[in-house]
C-alpha cells in the first residue's frame, strides 16, 4: 500500500495494520476536506458571536464553567496541551504512533471536531515525514479518552514537547525545523480536540487483534503438528462433533486441523491403537481455541466502529449547525472488548504451553526427554518449557480485567473512567507472550518430527516443517535456543508459515 486516503469510506483494520508497519503516505479524500472545512466555518461563527461553548469559549472538565475572554482562546488551547501533557513511562512504539495519528485524521475527516484543515493536514505530515512524537505510554484513565498521550501528542504541532526525527530524539520545534516546518498556532476548540477521543487505545487494540487473528490460525497449526508426533486422533476434528454445537470460532478451529492433518501416514499408522482418547490439550483444541477465536472476532467488531467513529467533545454537525456536547470519548466499549480479548490470547497461550510439556516429557510423549538425543550432556528444550510457562504465568496477571476498576478524576467530574488504555497495553503484552508460547510449540514440534519416524506427516504440517527447517536446524546438541525461538517468531509475524501451509492446502479459516 503506497498511500492510505481517509475519509473516503470506513478505515479496515488491515489498512490501518499496513500504515502503522509500512512507509505508506497518508492523505485525506477531498470530501473529508470539505467537512472539515464546513465545520470549522461553525466554529469561527460561534466565536464571532460570543457563544458559550465548552472547550472552545470556556474551560475544561471540573473548569468548565469558567468563561475564557476571546483574546484567551488561542492561549486555552495551548494551555491543554501542556497541562493535560502528564504521562510517564516509556514511550510508545513507532508502529504505535503511525496508527494513533492515522486515527487521529481518520476522525477529524468526520467533520464532527472542529478542528482546521491545516491543522489536520500538519498532523498527518507528522507520520509522512517521519517525525514521530515522544509520548509516554502511561496516564490515560480512559476518559476523557486518552487525555495525556494525546497531549503529548499535540505538543509537537506547536513546537513543544519532543519528537523523533531519524533516530535523533529532538525538541518539538527542532523536530519540525529538521524537515522544514514551522510550529502551528492552535485556534478556537483545536487543543481539546486534539486531546478528546479514544485513538491510543484504538489504536493498541487494533495492532493486536490484528496479531490475535494470526495467531489463532498459527496455533491451529501448532496443535496439529504436535497432535501428529505425539499419536493423536483426527476423530475430534470430524465436522459432525462441531455441526451439534456450531459456534463459529470452534467450527473453523476443528476444520483447519483436519485439513492441516489430511494425509498424515503418522495418523493413519496408529489407527487400530489401545489408546481411547486423547489428553485435552489434543482432543479439545477446536473448543478451546475456538472460543478464543470468537473472542477475537467479537473485539475486531467493536475496534472497527471504534476505529470509524467520532469520539470527541463537542461533536459538531454542520447539516444542522449545531453542537452536541456527549461522551463518545468514553472508553468502555474498547476497555471491555480489550479485556476479553486479553483472556482469550491467554488462554491460547495456556493451552500451548501444556502441549508443549507434553512433547518435552519423555513419560507422556515416548520421545528422547526434552526432544534431545545424548540427554544428560544436552538438555534440549528444557528450559524452552520453562520460558513458555514463565510467559504464561505472567499472563495470569495480566489477564486480569482493567475495566472493572475506576477511580474518579478531574475534581469527580469525571465520576466514572474505563481504564481502557491500560486495557489495551496488558493485551498487547498477552498476546506477544502468547505469540513466543506458540514459537516455543513450533520449534518442539518440528523438533520431534525429525526424532520421531520416518512417516511422512499431514499436508499443512509438512509445509510449516520445511519453512521452518530453513530458518532454523534440528537440535543435535545444545545451542542458544533464544535464536531459534527469534527466528521462528519472524517466520510467523512475517507470514512465511502461514503462506507455505495455505499454498498448499488452500486459505486457513
Known sequence: MEELIVGRGELSIEELVAFARGKARLSLAPEAAERIRASRGLVEGWVREGRRIYGMTTGFGALSDVAIPPAETARLQENILMSHAAGVGDPLDAETLRAVIALRVREFALGHAGVRLETVERLAELANRGILPVVPEKGSVGASGDLAPLAHLGLVLIGRGEAWVDGRRLEGAAA????????????????????????????????AVHDAGRLARLIDLAAAMSLEVLMGSRMEFNPRIHAVRPHPGQV??????????????IISSHRDCSRIQDAYTLRCSPQVHGASRDAIAHARRVLAIEMNAATGNPLLFADTAEFLLGGNFHGQPVALALDFLGIAAAELADISERRIERLVNPQLSGLPAFLVRDGGLNS?????QYTAAALVSENKVL???ASVDSIPTSANKEDHVSMG?????????????????????????????????NLKAGEGTRAAYRVIRAAVPPLEADRVLADDIAAVLRLMRGGEILRAVEETIGPLA
Open 421 to 453: 488504555t491500560i486495557a489495551a497495553r496488558k493485551c498487547r503484552r498477552i498476546v506477544d507472550h502468547a505469540e513466543h508460547v506458540v514459537a516455543i510449540e513450533l520449534l518442539c514440534a518440528a523438533q520431534a518430527l525429525d526424532l520421531f519416524t
Open 380 to 384: 534440549g528444550f528444557m528450559i524452552a
Open 399 to 401: 489477564a486480569h480485567p
Open 252 to 265: 473453523a478451529s476443528a476444520a483447519n486441523l483436519e485439513r492441516i492433518t489430511r494425509a498424515s501416514e
Open 176 to 207: 519540525l525545523a529538521a524537515r522544514g516546518l514551522a510550529p502551528l498556532r492552535l485556534e478556537a476548540g483545536e487543543g481539546l480536540a486534539l486531546v478528546n477521543g479514544t485513538a491510543v487505545m484504538t489504536a493498541i487494540g487494533a495492532l
